[in-house]
């Protein structure tokens, strides 16, 4: 730190006292914008990772009530960090600006259009379209672009092409460069799949009528569909009547997955019945002649009995393989243990693969800690120790240039780090994935625990 300049912003109040596991601890809030230059490093930076390695999640501004404040509702807050030829240039953290806490961060509402009921709140995934940065969120809200140092500039509809929300999990296709999508939206009874090309520019390929509005946070396609997952949790209005979350688990809904061709001829669209649970994250799927396979991270219920956050029990890796001349859905585990946030190498996405990521997420998903490299071909599991005091989040794979095998590259994870309050950037050989990081960056203040983040090159 003895090189690291810090530029404090206005500070803004920390959360209420009362007890909310998700105002506490590295979940609760930071409260300020930190700018930091030249961080020590532990190790080496490999020289051709050029870009910044960006995170978001929410970081609620100013008292919240414990009773009803649910950790995907706060705030969104941008961190990265910037590398450059071995050094770590810079890390920096930013407020993503919307209309309900401008006021308080002392700033003025962003210019341009507005969607949805979230006041243009966007905390949830942080991604490159078109080269442009994008904060992104589900459930009706615009990105909000970002400028290259993650100051917030303006909710966006992808220059006039995205007629509603989008979503906070685009997935690439490797073989076109295209992102698939799927969109809701509480009031637009229609989910909508939609891709986004390689200028930012988005096309709805389908509105799908749905009789309700189900939660829908994720999705992936493979060669032939899109998957739409439709899960007992939906948007309920008496929910949102008594102030809480307005998502729940509702018993009476049929779980089932979408299988959507990618033309979006909604008359080739089937729906096949799913196991009764929840899925927020699918690490990825792919035909497999004439079966859909997908690999999921399975929780058994959703905002049944706890509404501040998603923790119902011990979320777990398992394996569905839909046969398409059946209708049947078989599942088997692939880990038992713990564990959420699951990546891979984004090239191999709708495609048969290897090698998933996961990082532990206790029985509640609230304790972070090591992270796991899947081999799902073989069934083994490795795991990477976080060390004593250490949380890790979620491992995000980073191809090498000019590398064949599928996990020729690195892993990078930011890492809270109680012992002395702060966070860490990890980058690991994916390849001696249970070694210690070739690199550790020591970053000044604590990222919270969050959602997602990607690694973003720098243009060539
Ligand atoms: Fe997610």
């Not at 493979?222 to 008496?238: C, G, K, S, W």
């Not at 699951?342 to 495609?351: K, M, S, Y």
Request: proline share 8%; glycine share 12%.
């Amino acid at each position: 730190m003895s090189t690291a300049e810090l530029l404090e912003r206005p500070a803004v109040q920390p959360a209420a006292a009362r007890y909310n596991p998700y105002l506490e601890g590295n979940f609760a809030p930071v409260v300020s914008e930190t700018t930091a230059f030249d961080l020590p490093v532990k190790g080496r930076i490999p020289e051709e990772l050029i870009g910044r390695f960006l995170r978001i999640g929410p970081n609620p501004v100013g008292p919240q009530d414990p009773a009803t404040y649910h950790w995907f509702t706060g705030t969104g807050m941008a961190h990265g960090l910037r590398l450059n030829g071995g050094r770590a240039e810079w890390y920096r953290n930013r407020f993503i600006v919307n209309d309900h806490d401008a006021p308080a961060l002392g700033r003025p509402n962003l210019p341009g259009p507005r969607n949805g009921f979230g006041g243009g709140n966007a905390n949830t995934n942080i991604i490159d379209m078109g080269g442009r940065t994008f904060a992104i969120v589900e459930a009706g809200g615009l990105p909000v672009e970002l400028t290259y140092g993650l100051e917030s500039v303006a909710p966006s509809r992808l220059d006039g092409t995205l007629p509603h929300g989008f979503t906070a999990h685009p997935k690439v296709d490797s073989l076109t460069g295209e992102l698939h999508a799927l969109t809701y939206q509480p009031g637009l009874q229609a989910i909508s799949y939609v891709t986004v090309d390689k200028a930012g520019h988005a096309r709805v390929v389908a509105d799908i009528p749905a009789p309700h509005c189900p939660m829908i946070h994720d999705t992936a396609f493979t060669a032939r569909f899109a998957i739409i997952l439709d899960l007992p949790v939906h948007f309920d209005m008496t929910l949102l009547g008594k102030g809480g979350f307005p998502f729940g688990w509702d018993d009476k809904m049929t779980p089932r997955i979408g299988l959507l061709p990618r033309s979006g001829d909604l008359t080739g669209l089937r729906w096949i019945e799913a196991p009764s649970c929840y899925v927020f994250h699918v690490m990825n799927a792919f035909d497999d002649g004439d079966q859909v396979v997908m690999d999921v991270v399975r929780h058994p219920k959703m905002f049944a009995n706890e509404m501040r956050g998603p923790s119902e029990g011990r979320p777990y890796l398992v394996r569905w393989r839909i046969d398409l001349a059946t209708g049947g859905l078989s599942e088997t585990t692939l880990d038992e243990r713990g564990l959420e946030f699951p990546r891979f190498n984004d090239a191999r996405a709708g495609q048969s693969y290897r090698f998933g990521y996961t990082v532990a997420a206790g029985e509640v998903m609230q304790e972070f800690g090591s992270i796991h490299k899947h081999d799902v071909e073989k069934g083994v599991n490795l795991t990477h120790e976080a060390g004593a005091g250490r949380q890790m989040l979620e491992p995000v794979f980073i191809a090498r240039d000019g590398g064949a095998a599928e996990d020729d590259g690195w892993i990078m994870a930011y890492v809270y780090d109680a012992n002395r309050d702060a966070s860490d950037v990890v980058i690991i050989d994916a390849q001696d994935f249970e070694a210690p990081p070739v690199a550790t960056i020591a970053l000044p203040v604590r990222v919270p625990f969050g959602f997602h983040g990607n690694w973003i090159a720098d243009p060539a």
